[in-house]
Structures are given as C-alpha cells and as structure tokens.
C-alpha cells in the first residue's frame, strides 16, 4: 500500500457505497488516482494493465472471480468481457462488496449499459483544491445545499498567484511533486500518450497526429465557454484552409470523451417554465485546468502578465478568468457528488443572462454559483444572482459568489462570497 496516499473526498462515498453494492465501477482519466484509492480496499487484485496478467485473462476471462473478495479487476476495459462475467455474477446474488472495477477509458464496443442496476458506476476526477490543502476549508457545500444560508465565516491566506500555481500544477497525484521543466515534460507525454497511444486503444488511427493536436489546443482555447464545436474547428485551423471535416473531429470528440479528458458541464434545463430560451450548449471543460494551459503554451508567470495565447475562440472575459473558472468548476463537481448533487451551467440564446455554474439537487433545487477572478465582489457580479432569485423563488437554495478574496461572508442582499480555497464538501 502507498503510505504516502492522500485521503480523497470519493473514499467517503466508496466507504459507503461498499458494503451495501457487490460491484462498483471507478472511473476517470489515467493518473487521477482510481487504482490506489481502489487498492486499498481490495484483497484480490487483477491488474490488466500489466502484461502477463492480461493475457491470462484474456485466455480465461471466468479467473477474475477467482480470490477473496473485494476483487479488484485493474483497467477493466483492457478485457472487456470482464464486465460481462461481473454483471452475471452479480445477477447470481453475489454478496456486497464483491467486486471493485476501475477504468481510463469506455471501450468502443463494450455493453456498459447492461450494468444498470448490477454495477454501479463512480466517477474520480483530479484533486479539488480542498484535496490539495492549501489551507483548511470552512465552508460545507452540503451545508449550502441545505437551503438554510448559513453565516459565512473563514479567512485565508491563498492569493492570486496561489491559485494560478494550482492552474498550472495539475491535479492529478503523481505529477504534484514536480515542477518547472519536469512538470512540463510530465504533461506533455500525458498529451502525447492521449494521440500517440490511448486513439489507436480506442479504434482510431490518427493519420495526422498534429491536426488532432490542433483542435485540442482550440478547444483548450474554449475553456469554460459554450462556443460551438463548428467554432472550435474554425479555430484549430485558424478558420481557413485544411479544415478537419466533420465526419474527422466527431470521432476525435467521442474518443476523448471516452478517455474522461472532455469533461463539459451540461446545460441546465428547468422542468417547468420560469425560464424561457435556455440554450443546450454544453462549456467546454478538459479534465484538468492544466492540460489546458499545457496546450496553450502557458505557464503560471505568463497568465499572471495577462498573455494569452492559442487559437481565438470567442469568450468573455480573460483566458485566466476562464481557467480559474475551470479549476473552480473541477472542485465544485468533487464536493456536488459527494452530496449526490450534479453540476450545470445557466445560458440563454444570444447570452443575455448567464450564470457560471448550478449545482441541481435531486429534487430540483439549486444553488447558483458565480466565479470571479477578483478579491473584492461588488453589485454588478451579483446582479445575475439577484437576477435568478427572482425568478424561480424558493426553487433557489442559495446563491454565491467564488472569488480570490481572503474572507467568507454574506453581504446584505443574501448573497454568498465564498474564496475559492475555503469551501469543500
């Protein structure tokens, strides 16, 4: 075991969730902590990743549910029929705790659906600034979704130029001890593993390794907008000559979203009518803030000196806005499914309103999240807020604003400002 592993907010949900399901599915990008976190709870471990194991399986796939149990069945998708022979297991009445399953990718062809209701699928992403702890939390994302607004109370020391680091660091484990032009070598053989390595995995042959770069770094360019993939590919070519055609860049996005390196927020769409003409675009998100500015050139000293750099894409606001909106919106997903919430993004046509983030309870309610790249939060970054309570009343649990600042409160009209560091699960 991994004496040097750091708790993560998901081992709550799997203390849980293990000893009520007998098979569990752990999924998220390569390098984002799925076979340790699964590890430590497993007493037979199944490692397809590694040679001589797989081919073992592949040539009697039934020897996975051979060993004590928790088994653990390591880059599951490696072997796809393994999937199969869990779920069969798990319609024989398998006990709890049966099976743990992680995997860096969905396989083309596998059956994942027939797992409904026999594997239960539980997504990792990289570390959420709270995980990282740059200093100790203080505000309780489930608190918030209770709908009581609570006081608001905490201080930090966490200032701009803390939060660009985190940016650029990454938040996957094994890449946190680095930095400089280690880190920078890191993050580009994971990138270069994505096109070289892990498409071919996926079915495709990339016959131009370095037009499937430039549209990742358009849509590197694209974080946190809503700008259409017809834009994004305008701008991996600069929107003239040797354009990807469509039937090219669709299996690219399918492919990375497989791999969990697209990560967009979808829209949020009300069931009743308090909003009309909501769009259904989703914001583009890469699975860490870190591959984007990767992509793009950037590191840390750069964004604070305001450089911007990649492919235009239309947005607001600055490139560092949009990346610390998305570190933001990496944390804000860690904490809303500890608390069984999912997150969505509010944006009407023609962007008359929008606000960054909606984190959805289960039975409708919502709290209202918007991000700025500011310490200090004045009326106009409320106005949107204000603007939603309105409208849909008592369906609004809360609303708050994420800043850089060094202080949590609640200002006079109700409205939550919370710095980035000091809120958590």
């Known amino acids: 075991m991994n004496t040097r592993y750091l708790n993560r907010i998901v081992d709550a949900e799997l203390e849980e969730l293990l000893p009520q399901l007998p098979a569990i599915s752990l999924e998220g990008p390569k390098g984002v902590g799925k076979t340790e976190t699964a590890k430590r709870r497993a007493s037979t471990i199944h490692e397809l990743d590694e040679l001589a194991q797989r081919a073992i399986i592949e040539a009697e796939p039934s020897r996975v549910n051979s060993g004590?149990?928790?088994?653990?069945?390591?880059?599951?998708?490696?072997v796809p029929a393994t999937w199969g022979i869990v779920r069969r297991a798990v319609d024989k009445g398998c006990p709890p705790s049966s099976f743990l399953m992680t995997g860096s990718a969905s396989p083309v062809d596998a059956p994942t659906h027939s797992g409904a209701g026999r594997i239960v699928t539980v997504r990792m992403r990289p570390l959420s600034l709270a995980e990282r702890r740059?200093?100790?939390?203080?505000?309780?994302?489930?608190?918030?979704?209770?709908?009581?607004?609570?006081?608001?109370?905490?201080?930090?020391?966490?200032?701009?130029?803390?939060?660009?680091n985190e940016i650029t660091q990454s938040g996957l484990p094994g890449l946190r001890h680095y930095s400089g032009r280690g880190l920078r070598a890191q993050l580009d053989s994971y990138l270069h593993r994505i096109i070289e390595r892990d498409f071919v995995e996926q079915g495709l042959n990339v016959r131009r390794p370095e037009a499937l770069r430039r549209w990742l770094i358009a849509y590197a360019a694209a974080t946190a907008t809503s700008a259409s993939f017809e834009a994004i590919r305008d701008a991996a070519t600069g929107g003239e000559g040797d354009k990807p055609a469509?039937?090219?860049?669709?299996?690219?996005?399918?492919?990375?979203?497989?791999?969990?390196?697209?990560?967009?927020?979808?829209?949020?769409?009300?069931?009743?009518?308090?909003?009309?003409?909501?769009?259904?675009?989703?914001?583009?998100?890469?699975?860490?803030?870190a591959l984007a500015t990767r992509l793009l050139g950037l590191d840390a000293d750069a964004l604070l000196e305001g450089s911007e750099s990649g492919p235009r894409v239309v947005r607001g606001g600055s490139l560092l806005g949009r990346l610390f909106e998305s570190l933001v919106t990496l944390s804000l997903r860690v904490y809303a499914q500890?608390?069984?919430?999912?997150?969505?993004?509010?944006?009407?046509?023609?962007?008359?309103?929008?606000?960054?983030?909606?984190?959805?309870?289960?039975?409708r309610r919502v709290l209202a999240v918007e991000v700025k790249l500011s310490r200090?939060?004045?009326?106009?970054?409320?106005?949107?807020l204000l603007w939603l309570k309105d409208r849909i009343g008592n369906k609004l649990l809360d609303a708050i604003v994420i800043h850089t600042g060094p202080e949590a409160y609640r200002r006079k009209d109700g409205i939550g400002v919370i710095p980035a560091a000091l809120l958590t699960a």
């Open 68 to 78: 004590d149990p928790p088994i653990l069945i390591d880059e599951w998708q490696r």
């Open 134 to 164: 740059l200093t100790r939390a203080t505000v309780s994302l489930g608190e918030l979704l209770l709908g009581n607004r609570p006081p608001l109370n905490g201080k930090c020391k966490i200032r701009l130029q803390e939060y660009v």
């Open 246 to 289: 469509k039937t090219t860049t669709q299996p690219w996005h399918d492919a990375l979203a497989r791999l969990w390196i697209l990560d967009p927020v979808p829209a949020w769409l009300p069931t009743q009518n308090e909003l009309n003409r909501l769009t259904q675009a989703p914001k583009h998100h890469l699975a860490d803030p």
């Open 338 to 363: 500890a608390n069984e919430a999912q997150v969505r993004h509010l944006r009407m046509h023609g962007g008359q309103r929008e606000i960054d983030l909606i984190v959805e309870r289960a039975d």
């Open 376 to 384: 200090a939060v004045d009326d106009q970054d409320v106005k949107q």
